[in-house]
């Protein structure tokens, strides 16, 4: 029964990413998910941009772009679409975590967040990393915008926000398999630095990491529950 589960869930996967992606894009993700029908497994890049090297954008975005207010980060929540839960969002503000988004009119189109301190990556995974460092995660864009260059629009503004704060670098950690998003980063100045692979046996769970992976202190942590 759990591997009827497992494939169920995984056809459902499969069946956004294709909807949302389209047939080019989700092939990234086959292998990937063929593996966690019966052996989770994940694998990150972790990207960074160092501001020692680095000039803010001179450009005026054709969007609105700011920090969220409660209330917006409450429409997201309420939002069938948006991937965002109530828990998470009171968990994030919280800790400090600041919200960004591009908004029109009403509508909050693109958002992300940035923290200041660790920060969970899933209920038992904590990213760790420098003081002085940014951490962007959660970078999403309504499905029905995306290919429109908003996130690599919103991710300048926040860099030029964390440069003007004197913050070393900004760093964040995306899933190999969401080419789309890496994309983005890369498009708004982020560079790889490392990669990081999580495996899940039938217990424990097994964190490798590439040498470069522990610049800037960052690493991934596991919190058994």
Same mark, same amino acid.
């Given at each position: 029964?759990?591997?009827?589960h497992n494939v169920v869930s995984w056809w459902n996967r499969t069946s956004f990413r294709l909807k949302h992606l389209g047939a080019s894009e989700a092939t990234h993700h086959l ?37 969220? /207010?409660? #209330? $917006?980060?409450?429409?997201? =929540?309420?939002?069938?679409?948006? *991937?965002?839960?109530?828990?998470? %969002?009171?968990? !994030?503000?919280? /800790?400090? #975590? $600041?919200?960004?988004?591009? =908004?029109?009119?009403?509508?909050? *189109?693109?958002?992300?967040?940035? %923290?200041?301190? !660790?920060?969970?990556?899933? #209920? ?47 760093v964040a950690c995306i899933e190999t398999t969401n080419q789309p998003s890496l994309r983005a980063f890369k498009t708004a100045g982020f560079t790889p630095f490392g990669t990081v ?29």
């Amino acid at each position: 029964m759990a591997s009827d589960h497992n494939v169920v869930s995984w056809w459902n996967r499969t069946s956004f990413r294709l909807k949302h992606l389209g047939a080019s894009e989700a092939t990234h993700h086959l292998p990937h998910r063929l593996i966690n029908v019966f052996f989770p497994y994940n694998s990150f890049v972790c990207v960074s941009v160092v501001f020692e090297h680095w000039h803010p954008h001179n450009f005026d975005p054709p969007y609105e772009i700011r920090p969220l /207010r409660e #209330d $917006e980060i409450g429409s997201l =929540v309420r939002m069938n679409d948006a *991937e965002i839960t109530s828990e998470f %969002a009171r968990r !994030a503000t919280t /800790r400090g #975590d $600041e919200c960004y988004g591009i =908004v029109a009119g009403e509508a909050v *189109e693109s958002y992300l967040w940035v %923290a200041h301190h !660790a920060t969970p990556l899933t #209920d038992d995974l904590t990213v760790h990393f420098n003081a002085k460092l940014a951490y962007v995660y959660k970078a999403f864009t309504m499905p029905r915008l995306r290919g429109n260059g908003l996130m690599p629009a919103l991710l300048r503004v926040v860099l030029n926000e964390c440069a003007n704060r004197k913050y070393c670098a900004a760093v964040a950690c995306i899933e190999t398999t969401n080419q789309p998003s890496l994309r983005a980063f890369k498009t708004a100045g982020f560079t790889p630095f490392g990669t990081v692979h999580i495996a899940r046996p039938i217990h424990g769970c097994w964190i490798t990491a590439s040498p470069k992976a522990n610049d800037f202190g960052f690493r991934i942590v596991h919190n058994p529950q």
